[in-house]
């Protein structure tokens, strides 16, 4: 029996989808950048069907990309090569939440918006946001240890694992969602899991971390006339205002872009080079103490919303940004890490190299500033064309940064990570990857290189 045929029988005809029209949107990744045709699309239903998949293909050598919500903005979720698609986004049940415990179990392809439903529900809050939060799935956030603007109180995804599920390449499969929070017995597998992008094991479950819910909330939107002053408010509202919950930023360009895609006048009455949007979250109201954080960093003129309708309108200028720029056409997008200390820098001189880079290529930034985290747009250049993702890399490096912050690796930076990584750090994932997936059939392609390669000179080139 062909393979196609093999894996209808474990999801049902209706499940397997190969009907290129059916396919299509699995097909095509958010920033319509990557993609290409799957050998068929596969949905299970649960856990034993992923296992019953994943043998299969191991028998048949056939390369398998797992996907979730398909919001992922490095490549590594859709097709490259005739894979076999698999969808986890059936998998999407949430346990009850334990409120005492502050822990709840979620399948892989629950939504992050469905799951903060379920936590608020409960008096809980899931701790991780970002703006993808409709469509992303908790196994893609695991896979790809998303951040988001929380991330600076709660950590990463990574903060929230206690546990989870996987099949493995070999179709067997390893289950830690008993919520022990001390459980050292071997190896940490969950945490080797995430952050791994779908390259050692398929996610389907995942025992989450819960925190409180604190009911009251604050923004303010703040002007101000540099990146340096951008930080040195950060720094501020760090030392001055415990119950910050979240600090981002953006530029005017991108603010003006917003704005004109979103049909709205600025809520400000003035413009300014830097926006800085901070929020707090307490049980009892924040307001005073962020206006107090403020004033002591000498802040004169800020917006403050402290009502949900108001909040929600600041942050759909933040949360606009990728929307707002897709329609400028196909973006290179470029998730970077940046010290501190060197983001004034790195702010100054990313549009000039990466104007340097390739003639007339646009640059828009914005990103979590508590993070030192910078998301660089470079809309212009074909989607093929690799050199403003080279300068944008090489300068973040230069600055001590990371090649990626919190969107990963996938295939669009895969050639960089022996530069940012280093080669001895290298081989060793590339021994875990061997160990995990000997024939290498797990999103072959992403995080690591594949073979075809290489590097040349520090600078990873096709050869
Ligand atoms: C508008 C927008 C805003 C965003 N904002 C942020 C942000 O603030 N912070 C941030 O960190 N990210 C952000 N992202 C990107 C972010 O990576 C995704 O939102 C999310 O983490 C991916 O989830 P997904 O279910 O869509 O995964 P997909 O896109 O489907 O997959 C992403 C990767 O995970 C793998 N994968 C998916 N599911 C599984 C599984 N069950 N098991 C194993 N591997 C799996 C895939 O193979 C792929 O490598 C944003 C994206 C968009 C479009």
């Known amino acids: 029996m062909d393979l196609e045929r093999a894996l209808a029988d474990v999801v049902g005809a209706r499940h397997a989808l190969e009907d290129p029209e059916l396919r299509a949107s699995y097909e095509r990744d958010w920033t319509g950048r990557f993609g290409g045709p799957a050998r068929v699309v596969v949905r299970p239903a649960d856990t034993a069907e992923v296992a019953e998949i994943v043998r299969l293909c191991a028998a048949a050598g056939a390369a398998i990309v797992p996907q ?98 996987a099949v493995l390449a070999d179709g067997s499969t390893v289950s830690r969602l008993s919520g022990l929070s001390k459980d050292n017995a071997g190896y940490d597998l969950p945490q080797l899991l995430v952050g791994s992008e779908g390259t050692l094991g398929i996610i389907t479950a995942v025992r989450w971390r819960t925190t409180s819910a604190l009911g009251a909330r604050v923004a303010a939107l703040v002007p101000v006339a540099s990146t340096q002053a951008a930080a040195a408010l950060l720094r501020a509202l760090r030392a001055e205002a415990p119950s910050l919950d979240s600090c981002d930023f953006f530029l005017d360009e991108g603010m003006q872009l917003v704005l004109e895609q979103q049909r709205r006048a600025s809520p400000l009455s003035q413009r300014a080079p830097v926006y800085v949007l901070a929020e707090c979250a307490a049980r009892t109201d924040p307001t005073d103490e962020l206006a107090a954080a403020l004033a002591r960093a000498g802040i004169e003129d800020a917006l403050i919303a402290d009502d949900t309708r108001s909040r929600e309108g600041l942050w759909r200028l933040r949360e606009g940004h990728t929307e707002a720029i897709g329609h400028l056409g196909v973006p290179h997008k470029l998730d970077v890490g940046i010290p501190l200390a060197e983001l004034g820098r790195f702010l100054e001189q990313v549009p000039r190299v990466v104007a340097d880079a390739v003639d007339g290529a646009r640059t828009i930034l914005f990103g979590h500033l508590s993070d030192g985290n910078v998301h660089v747009n470079v809309v212009g250049p074909d989607p093929e064309d690799e050199r403003a993702d080279d300068a944008v890399l090489g300068l973040a490096l230069a600055c001590g940064g990371t090649i990626s912050a919190e969107h990963g690796v996938g295939v669009a930076k895969a050639r960089w990570l022996e530069r940012a990584r280093g080669a001895d750090e290298v081989g060793a994932m590339r021994a875990i990857k061997r160990a995990l997936d000997p024939a290498g059939l797990l999103n072959p392609g992403a995080v690591l290189p594949s073979a075809g390669w290489s590097v040349l000179g520090g600078l990873g080139r096709r050869p």
């Open 68 to 165: 979730g919500g398909n919001t992922g903005l490095v490549g590594a979720g859709v097709p490259r090569n005739g894979e076999v698609l698999l969808s986890l986004a059936r998998l999407d049940g949430i346990g009850e939440v334990d409120a005492a415990l502050g822990q709840v179990t979620v399948g892989a392809g629950a939504t992050l918006a469905a799951l903060q439903a379920a936590c608020s529900h409960a008096g809980q809050d899931a701790g991780l946001d970002d703006a993808a939060r409709d469509s992303c799935t908790i196994g893609g956030v695991v896979a790809c240890d998303a951040g988001g603007a929380r991330a600076l109180r709660h950590g990463t995804a990574r903060a929230h694992v206690v546990g989870l599920e």
